[in-house]
């Protein structure tokens, strides 16, 4: 069993089990490694690198360990970076690592335990209620 950094236990799944929240396929058997499912969530984001201007961008989809977007200036991939974005519950200031690139898409890990990580948690959880109970594609 894997715990979290304050000893509450995480379910480990595999992307059979657990369908990726973002509504992206995967592979039968292919395991996610992710800790945390994603939902979609698209809100403008501001990402402020270390010495260089604010890149803009919005979001695609948001857990409790990060959040993907769309930038049109490219990022530094290993920095940590400062974010701004607005949930439905307020405005959010954290820090992350730049995780991942896939042409414009950016994956970012949150790095630092903060007062947006309950903001964060809280939306995650409405947006788990809000997709689960609003129809599929058709």
Do not use: W
């Amino acid at each position: 069993m894997v715990t979290t950094g304050a000893g509450e236990p995480i379910q480990e799944r595999s992307a059979v089990e657990l369908p990726n929240q973002s509504g992206a396929s995967q592979p039968r058997g292919v395991v996610d490694a992710r800790r945390h499912p994603r939902f979609k969530l698209e809100v403008n984001i501001c990402v402020y690198p270390r010495n260089t201007l604010v890149v803009r961008g919005y979001t695609v989809d948001i857990s409790l360990s990060g959040i993907s977007a769309i930038l049109k200036d490219e990022v530094p991939l290993g920095e940590v970076v400062r974010l701004t974005f607005r949930l439905p519950l307020g405005e959010v200031e954290a820090h992350a690592l730049v995780r991942q690139r896939n042409a414009f898409r950016y994956g970012f890990q949150f790095v630092e335990a903060s007062s947006a990580q309950d903001l964060i948690g809280q939306t995650c959880r409405d947006l788990a209620v809000k997709q689960i109970h609003s129809p599929g594609p058709s």
